[in-house]
């Protein structure tokens, strides 16, 4: 017999997968809430943020700009995204910002769609380096059918080889040259790369998806006055926004803003998630009021990480520059391509500590790099500081340098995120800077 509209109700098998839905969400919340979460492109969002994106915006559209609209009832929209674009404008220190960008690899797909048509030329770091996937053919530039190649690196300082990236630039004469990575331990000498890319009449593409929150905060490097013409990002990673992603500009020419804007709507957004949109505004707000302290916390806590882990014995890259100088640290765990790194990974996740392994300079096969990356920003976020670094870095070396269980390190890492369960940098109702996880 049919099931009649209005009459049905989910049989159980369907039900029970609803359930084991919230049952497995429920899970990962409580592995982040008991645990540590050091993945360096992920983060909480406050109370506030988390708030908006479960309201009624959700489910709403919105295309074009603000005032200038395909569809009836955004006018309490437009109020929100005319304040974010605003806000963006004052926190990145950006002549024109759009915020409407789903998420990093979106924002890049929009402004390579801006800046280059197929077949032109583009430089980039390589993955094997640590650029992005969305910088590589197998990504965005291949969806962009560009001619990708890729900078010489230098592995002792961890970034592009400056004098060998700005002859490539001047021999290939791209159309864009795109900097930034995933693997972002320094701030890269941009203006050389910048002067020779204007040179040959290349746009500058900065992609700052790991390190915005720390470029508005003022402690990493100012792309958009050191030559950066376009600067892509996540609202997600340093900056404590709801996943989605940024588009800037230093350019002050409303034809480039244009284009920069049609190729967002309609180049590759319909609409563009309203609710995500208004958790960035709000998150932008707390930025400009906690954005800065937040920024430098994030960096003297991976300093002392780094150097902690240094001292517990472990090999930490880049020690002739003090390890870094973003919320990344990357450690070594064995020989290239060994798998280590994926060995190391799973070992912390069981001692409820949840990490990435990564590609070390060398390494050659993503599924068993020697390394790891690990992110501070989060552990931050809940007010851990220079003490709580020492504490981690030990918490590591039980698991991986002395062989403890670790299902008994878990207990001492539970224990110790116990006395971490408010989200710091954010307004909550008290008006007091922090929040209950
Ligand atoms: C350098 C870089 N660009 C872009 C992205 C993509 O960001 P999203 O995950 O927001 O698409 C990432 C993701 O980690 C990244 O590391």
């Known amino acids: 017999m049919s099931k009649q509209r209005g009459a049905w109700s989910p049989d159980s098998s369907t039900l029970n997968k609803a359930q084991a839905v919230m049952n497995a969400a429920a899970e990962s919340g409580n592995l982040y809430r008991n645990g540590l979460g050091m993945i360096a492109s992920e983060n909480i969002v406050s109370p506030m943020v988390q708030k908006i994106v479960a309201s009624d915006l959700h489910g709403r559209y919105a295309e074009g700009l603000p ?45 390579l769609k801006a800046l280059a048509k197929p077949g032109d030329g583009i430089t980039a770091v390589s993955t094997a380096d640590g650029g992005h996937i969305s910088h590589a053919r197998m990504g965005a530039v291949g969806l962009r059918d560009l001619n990708l190649s890729t900078y010489p690196w230098n592995e002792e300082r961890m970034e592009p080889d400056i004098d060998g990236a700005c002859e490539l630039i001047r021999s290939v004469e791209p159309k864009v040259a795109l900097i930034g990575q995933s693997v972002f331990l320094f701030p890269t000498p941009l203006k050389e790369i910048a002067d020779a890319a204007h040179e040959v009449g290349a746009k500058v ?31 997600h990673k340093t900056f404590p926004g709801p996943q989605g992603g940024f588009l800037l500009s230093s350019s002050e020419d409303p034809a480039f803003q244009k284009r920069l804007n049609t190729a967002i709507f309609p180049g590759v957004c319909s609409s563009y998630h309203l609710h995500h949109v208004a958790g960035k505004v709000i998150a932008l707000a707390e930025f400009e009021e906690y954005g800065q302290a937040y920024a430098e916390d994030i960096i003297q806590n991976a300093q002392h990480f780094a150097s902690s882990l240094a001292a517990e014995g472990f090999d930490v890259l880049a020690e002739s520059r003090g390890y870094t100088a973003s919320h990344q640290v990357l450690t070594r765990h064995g020989g290239t391509d060994s798998g280590a790194g994926a060995k190391a990974a799973s070992l912390l996740e069981d001692a409820g500590i949840v990490t990435n392994m990564n590609m070390l300079p060398g390494d050659s096969k993503a599924l068993t790099p020697s390394g790891l990356r690990l992110g501070v920003q989060e552990l931050t976020r809940v ?20 062989g403890e269980d670790p299902k008994i390190v878990k207990e001492s890492v539970n224990e110790l995120k116990s006395n971490h369960q408010v989200i710091r940098y954010c307004f909550n109702d008290d008006k007091l800077n922090g929040y209950p996880l």
């Open 205 to 235: 593409m900065y992609d700052g998806a790991h390190v915005l929150g720390l470029i508005a905060g003022g402690v990493f490097q100012d792309p958009l006055r050191e030559g950066a013409d376009v600067m892509t990002g996540s609202s």
């Open 67 to 111: 005032g200038k609209r395909y569809y009836q009832g955004c006018e309490g929209f437009d109020t929100i995204e005319s304040m974010g674009i605003e806000l963006a404008r004052s926190v990145f220190n950006a002549p024109f910002a759009n915020i409407q960008s789903t998420s990093g690899t979106v924002s890049n797909i929009a402004a």
């Open 383 to 402: 007010g851990m500081g220079p003490s709580e670094m020492e504490e981690v870095a030990n918490l590591y070396a039980r698991v991986l340098l002395h």
